[in-house]
């Protein structure tokens, strides 16, 4: 070998050596694992060497004492044969511990990524911040796809005020709460969006009693017959799309939502009762309450309110899927006791039929109007108005209103193939790094 490859040899040998290092880098979780197995390697070559040592003391044999003083280096001090074969053993412990873990994850890097890139990002994401978001239909959806990829540890709270479409008529025939919305939560926090998730979201469209129906909602309704609870039909639709965090109820009874609207040139309001007559029936939305009144939420709703580190409320439907949730009291009480930073996301563009011609503070506003009370540490507001949003709808802005009397964060947040939607990865990265400002660096 020459020496010109001779240095190319060793230069390739400590860049190999630098990657394998990455294993003991903190986060992985390996360290601790490698630290066992050297352990017990310790203790089976201790346990080892007290049979060899009381043979070695006992023996009489002439043949096999010289042997045994040659393979224990009698000849040299003890300190150095100490570290000869302590050295010696822990070099083949290593060997032996990378050979195996390379010859158990060979399968996973036919992707080309490394494994140990994939490794520290899932640690990173299992120990992330606690966040908790409570919106609605394909707002949530996006925003849930863009902070799974900092964190895990996420709870989206949905209502159950649902009473349209396939969801509706679950509700009405079998008496189970409406699984529409729990159903793409879920599968936006799918852990295999490429395929599970797109049966999951698969919609009938044809079939006596299937027509309009989804296979999500169908399975979330076997679920609950078979477990026989609702809630436990969720977390176990959840465990079949290995999702990242958890999905909640924001409670677990029977509501209804009730709008008060009222016509243009019209001096007295109507009532209307349910989310899907609400936004189809002509008129201005005055208010909306639910009905029972002060319904209890579901427990671990609350408590991932009160142990989480950010709450994010948005996007979604102001009227019919945001409120709905706000309005269980005991959710905005536990908004207001955590100790979580509040962000509001606003729309990209106004709702036909429910906020047409609203501005940011227009919905900070009717929040506050509904709860009474300033939930609120910062805004965040797209800034992004290029694109065609069509003839109903206009972008929503954040007003000179909003800056007077909120904190307000505004950024390029639209999608850029549909502009009247936020871009899963500009949001989430924009939140993220909102929260590190505010908070410090995450962990």
């Given amino acids: 070998m020459t020496p010109k490859n001779q240095k190319n040899w060793f230069k390739r040998l400590l860049a190999r050596l630098k990657l394998e290092a990455r294993w003991l880098a903190p986060g992985t979780g390996y360290k601790r694992w490698l630290a066992i197995s050297i352990i017990g390697a310790m203790l089976l070559g201790l346990g080892l060497a007290v049979i060899i040592l009381e043979y070695y003391r006992t023996t009489t044999s002439e043949f096999f004492t010289p042997i045994l003083a040659v393979l224990s280096l009698r000849f040299l001090d003890r300190p150095i044969r100490f570290l000869f074969f302590g050295g010696l053993g822990f070099i083949v412990i290593l060997i032996g511990i990378w050979g195996a873990n390379r010859a158990l994850l060979r399968p996973f890097e036919s992707s080309g990524k490394p494994v140990w890139d994939t490794l520290q990002n899932y640690r990173q994401r299992e120990k992330g911040i606690k966040v908790v978001v409570i919106g609605g239909g394909h707002g949530l959806s996006s925003l849930l796809r863009g902070i799974k990829s900092y964190t895990h540890n996420i709870t989206a709270i949905v209502t159950v005020a649902d009473n349209g479409g396939s969801s509706g008529e679950l509700r009405r025939d079998l008496g189970v709460l409406p699984p529409g919305d729990i159903r793409n939560c879920l599968a936006a926090l799918s852990s295999d969006e490429a395929l599970l998730s797109q049966v999951f979201q698969y919609r009938f469209q044809a079939g006596a009693g299937l027509e ?26 959840g465990r079949v799309l290995a999702i990242y965090g958890q999905v909640l109820p924001s409670t677990l009874t029977d509501v209804q939502l009730i709008g008060e609207l009222q016509k243009t040139g019209e001096l007295e309001p109507f009532v209307v009762r349910g989310e899907s007559e609400i936004t189809e029936t002509d008129g201005m939305i005055n208010k909306v309450w639910l009905e029972p009144d002060n319904v209890q939420a579901y427990p671990p709703t609350i408590s991932a309110l009160l142990n989480a580190d950010l709450i994010l409320i948005g996007p979604g439907s102001l009227y019919t899927s945001i409120l709905p949730n706000l309005l269980v009291k005991d959710i905005s009480e536990a908004i207001r006791a955590s100790k979580a930073e509040t962000y509001y996301i606003c729309n990209v563009a106004t709702q036909p039929g429910e906020t047409d011609g609203f501005n940011a503070s227009d919905h900070v506003a009717v929040i506050e109007k509904h709860l009474q009370k ?38 390029d947040l639209a999608d850029e193939l549909y502009p009247w939607r936020h871009s899963s990865k500009k949001l989430a990265k924009a939140i993220i790094n909102l929260y590190q400002e505010r908070t410090g660096p995450l962990n």
Avoid: C, P
């Avoid at 999500?216 to 809630?231: C, K, P, Q, R």
């Avoid at 992004?384 to 206009?394: F, H």
């Fill in 212 to 237: 309009g129906h989804s296979l999500g909602n169908l399975l979330i309704t076997a679920m609950s017959e078979i477990t026989g609870s609702f809630e436990e039909a969720v977390a176990e639709s």
């Fill in 374 to 411: 300033r939930i609120f540490d910062l805004v965040i507001s797209n800034r992004n108005y290029k694109g065609d949003l069509g003839a109903n709808s206009s972008w929503v802005i954040a007003d000179q209103t909003l800056h007077e009397n909120y904190k307000v964060y505004e950024a």
